[in-house]
């Protein structure tokens, strides 16, 4: 609640999919597949970078920080969502909508970032071949996704603190699956639109800052690769960045049309299947994407199926007959 106490509000509804019941259990089966795909894919990256010491590079630590993300990030929207669509109520506390829309809006903006500093590892792969290993070292990876994390959780604390501050008496209905700006600045009892502005500018200026970085370094590289004089050392590069340029589409095309004008007149159909494809479709082909275009991370994770076979084989024999105390 704000200061003054104007705030009557204690809970929202989250209208999620409002359609037949049978639909409900259908998307409800259907989300639940697309999530445990989601955790199983990622987590499958970050055990085979963990666990392969050959795929202790910056690029592949780059890709098991970002599947990390992915875990995450997919955390804060689907399992609520599934629980709301089954429920009769459908509520959510007040801070927890608004804890929702922090960890949300804090995980978005790191894949914003992250997925630059992958660009820039490919541009100085590919560009700078002989200087890439002394520049781009392990610790100066780390170092640099540990600053996009950082940076991205204190991007959003303000503009949240604020929009906690608003009178919100009523209604208090969200026509969405997850606590949004647009749909709850709908909500106050009064206008605001420095806060929705601030809002749209913040997330417009990261989004076409980090889009045209990006841009730059895939052009560069581009430039680089159509000089390559073997076809396949072109087809090598471009299978290298390919699967990464098919992420920066998917997640960027989607984010563009919701965030550069939160109020610009989507309809909530339009904003539920947008949010959709960011927040659930892109983590869930992630690790197709990665892994099938990848030949080291495909051996890593071949490596890794066979040890658990070889764990599980172990677990059998142990709690066996023959192991069981007379």
Same mark, same amino acid.
């Given at each position: @609640?704000?200061?003054?106490?104007?705030?009557?509000v204690t809970e929202f509804i989250l209208l999620s999919f409002s359609c037949s019941r049978e639909i409900q259990v259908l998307l409800f089966m259907l989300f639940l597949v697309s999530y445990i795909l989601t955790l199983l894919g990622n987590g499958a990256i970050v055990c085979a970078v963990k666990l392969d010491q050959k795929l202790h590079t910056p690029m592949y630590l780059l890709l098991a920080n970002f599947s990390f993300l992915e875990i995450c990030y997919i955390n804060t929207t689907v399992p609520n969502m599934l629980g709301n669509i089954?429920?009769?109520?459908? %509520?959510?506390?007040?801070?927890?909508?608004?804890?929702?829309?922090?960890?949300?809006?804090?995980?978005?903006?790191?894949?914003?970032f992250l997925l630059p500093l992958m660009a820039f590892d490919r541009y100085l792969a590919i560009c700078r071949p002989l200087h890439y290993p002394t520049i781009m070292s392990n610790r100066l990876c780390t170092i640099l996704v540990s600053l996009c994390w950082v940076t991205a959780?204190?991007?959003?604390?303000?503009?949240?603190? *604020?929009?906690?501050?608003?009178?919100?008496?009523?209604?208090?209905?969200?026509?969405? *699956?997850?606590c949004d700006p647009g749909p709850l600045l709908a909500l106050s009892c009064v206008p605001a639109p420095g806060i929705e502005l601030s809002c749209s500018l913040l997330s417009s200026i990261i989004i076409f800052i980090t889009f045209f970085f990006i841009l730059a370094?895939? %052009?560069?590289?581009?430039?680089?690769? *159509? &000089?390559?004089? #073997?076809?396949?050392? &072109?087809?090598?590069? *471009?299978? %290298?960045?390919?699967?990464?340029?098919?992420?920066?589409?998917?997640?960027?095309? %989607?984010? @563009?049309? @919701?965030?550069?004008?939160?109020?610009?007149?989507?309809?909530?159909?339009?904003?539920?299947?947008?949010?959709?494809?960011? #927040?659930?479709?892109?983590?869930?082909?992630n690790p197709l994407i990665y892994s099938l275009r990848n030949k080291d991370m495909k051996v890593a994770l071949r490596r890794i199926k066979i040890l658990t076979k070889i764990s599980q084989n172990s677990l059998a024999l142990i709690s066996g007959p023959y192991f069981l105390p007379i």
């Open positions: @609640m704000n200061a003054s106490g104007a705030n009557m089954l429920s009769e109520t459908k %509520t959510i506390s007040f801070t927890a909508c608004f804890l929702q829309f922090y960890f949300f809006f804090s995980l978005g903006i790191n894949e914003t959780f204190l991007c959003y604390p303000v503009p949240i603190y *604020f929009i906690t501050q608003l009178p919100f008496c009523g209604p208090n209905t969200i026509d969405h *699956f997850v370094s895939y %052009t560069l590289v581009l430039r680089v690769v *159509f &000089r390559v004089p #073997s076809a396949a050392g &072109r087809r090598k590069a *471009f299978s %290298t960045c390919g699967s990464h340029l098919v992420v920066v589409s998917l997640f960027y095309g %989607t984010v @563009m049309m @919701m965030y550069i004008s939160p109020n610009s007149g989507n309809p909530a159909g339009t904003q539920k299947v947008v949010t959709l494809i960011y #927040s659930l479709l892109t983590p869930l082909v």
